[in-house]
């Protein structure tokens, strides 16, 4: 266990509608990063937050958007869903400082868009 | 040129070969190396973290990095069919970034 909580789990939804990600980063990270992992794909990072702040982005859609709150959860928000939005989406924490090499990932949630 | 380059595999050793997994960088600044394993549509999981250059034992991994070469390698000794996994590499410098995976299949 990694101590990262992701919900849900499994997520089956229909093209056009919206869904929320959530994630519980290990006791005491302050960094989450999110990553898509489109099947049989390597790791696509989206984007990152430290302590609140957007820290870093990567290849995030326009139509994904995500935030981290006081208490450290963070939330994906997919809009407007396609086909191809179909992936694991996994949510990572980080330790303590910001330039810790540790990361650890969470069991991921499975979006399947029909 | 990528960042991090690995081969995908796919890898097939018999039960009990040494496996070796290997990845090679282009940015000298990495300072962190870090080998996840993934199993079928799950969350990697950490398996080996090093900072800066020299060997890491645990069990039957070793991990390698040779910053001079920018390559890293996985040792993986007396190979279990439960080993069959992708195995990531990751380095770290402010930012993450991951090999692809290499896909390893050990055969009973």
């Known amino acids: 266990d990694s101590g990262v909580t992701q919900t849900p789990k499994h997520l089956i939804t229909a093209t056009g509608q919206r869904v929320t990600l959530r994630c519980s980063p290990r006791?005491?990270?302050?960094?989450v990063y999110w990553y898509q992992q489109s099947l049989d794909q390597g790791l696509q990072f989206l984007i990152q937050?430290?302590?609140?702040?957007?820290?870093a982005k990567g290849n995030i859609l326009e139509r994904f958007s995500a935030q981290q709150f006081p208490d450290l959860h963070s939330e994906l928000n997919l809009s407007s869903l396609e086909l191809g939005d179909s992936a694991l989406y996994f949510c990572?924490?980080?330790?303590?400082?910001?330039?810790?090499?540790?990361?650890?990932f969470g069991e991921g949630s499975r979006l399947t868009v029909l | 040129q990528k960042e991090v380059e690995q081969d995908p595999g796919p890898l097939s050793v018999p039960e009990g070969a040494i496996v070796s997994l290997n990845c090679t960088y282009s940015?000298?600044?990495?300072?962190?190396f870090m080998w996840y394993r993934q199993y079928s549509r799950k969350g990697p999981e950490l398996l080996m973290y090093?900072?800066?250059?020299g060997n890491k034992e645990d069990g039957r991994f070793t991990a390698q990095v040779d910053k001079s070469s920018k390559y890293i390698s996985l040792f993986i000794r007396d190979s279990q069919p439960s080993d069959s996994a992708t195995y990531l590499c990751?380095?770290?410098?402010?930012?993450?970034?991951f090999g692809s995976g290499t896909k390893l299949n050990v055969k009973p």
């Open positions: 990572a924490s980080s330790g303590r400082t910001q330039n810790t090499g540790e990361l650890f």
């Open positions: 006791s005491g990270d302050l960094s």
């Open positions: 937050y430290y302590n609140g702040e957007e820290r």
């Open positions: 940015n000298s600044a990495f300072q962190y």
């Open positions: 090093t900072y800066s250059s």
């Open positions: 990751a380095m770290s410098f402010n930012k993450f970034y």
